[in-house]
């Protein structure tokens, strides 16, 4: 059996996921990152002659900003989420490092003109490449070595990993990738195989959104509770069907509308960019629940009040809530004069 290990440069192919969409001739084209390793495992053992080749293990290393213009969160957010479904739905072992953004806007077109910091991409080459020669100075940790890469940085990594008796292959993206790796001839001597390219096998990778039966755990759901669906839920979250997510958003408007006053006031803050400030976690206490509409309102140690809604609960029924049981949560929306703030993520507190 030949074992193969991938390692994965998530900054750059994070960066580069674009290009796959446009190579594909779709917006809305998503690699699949389940199946990812499966596919270039494939690749490889084709280009053995269909050998048996099992794939161990796949790591990422990427970078994240830390420190930044709290504008940009919801596109922090979205990083972290890429990640996160990578760590948990699919076993990637992800490594993350921060990039110092020293409060300011993620875009350099965001940035005042006379600006000229650069954020520093720290540790990522580092983290892989020592990874990488890692596991090829331990026996029988892997036979070949997939790195899915674009920058020429890498090349001593690809070399000294080769004079360890391991093979290596490449796997990139078109008019992302460094000249040397692309060479047909490779006259830098960086690789066992013909190059991977991503462009070439799209249709392996395509993420497709299957029509599949799901069950609804909406407590307001009329009718068959299994529905069908395209959407799948993430590990650990609950499904809830189209009908009625549809019908929370609008008993979520109604609420607003009754119940807090403020609401298009924040709204405006939020345009304004002053909203969204994700804080680390609050604990209050449920103060009242509004069982016929889904919602409810927590209190804080300091007095403040935040508004939250069934949809916003994490591993807590509606139905089990009482009105004096301490949770945690985040901030959706801050209170202001004197009005509730929104809460989300809202879960049980244990102390
Ligand atoms: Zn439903």
Known sequence: ????????????????????????????????????????????????????????????????????????????????????????????????????????????????????????????????????????????????????IGDSDFTPMLQSVRRLGKRVAIASIRGSCSPAFADPRDESRLKDFDIIWLDDILPKLELKYERHQERCESPIHKGDPLVWTTYRPRKGKRFFCEDCRQEFQRQKREAQGEMMEAWEETEDETQNGNGYLFESSLTGIIKRLIPAKSFGFIATDEGKDYFFHLTDLVGLEFEDLVEGIKVEFEVKKHPSAGKAGAAQNVQLHIP
């Open 1 to 148: 059996m030949i074992k193969t290990m991938i390692f994965i440069d998530g900054t750059w192919l994070y960066s580069n996921t674009y290009k796959l969409s446009e190579a594909y001739g779709d917006p809305n084209f998503h690699v699949d990152f389940g199946k990812l390793p499966q596919v270039l495992k494939q690749e490889v053992s084709d280009q053995l002659g269909e050998a048996d080749v099992d794939m161990v293990r796949t790591y990422l290393f990427g970078s994240c900003p830390a420190n930044y213009d709290l504008r940009d969160e919801e596109m922090v957010a979205r990083r972290k989420d890429f990640f996160e479904i990578l760590r948990e739905e699919y076993h990637y072992e992800v490594e993350i490092f921060p990039i110092d953004f020293r409060n300011r806007r993620l875009r350099k077109a965001d940035r005042k003109p006379e600006d000229s910091f650069e954020p520093r991409e720290k540790c990522v080459d580092i983290a892989l490449a020592t990874g990488m020669l890692y596991y090829a100075a331990i026996p029988n940790a892997y036979d070949i070595a997939i790195a899915v």
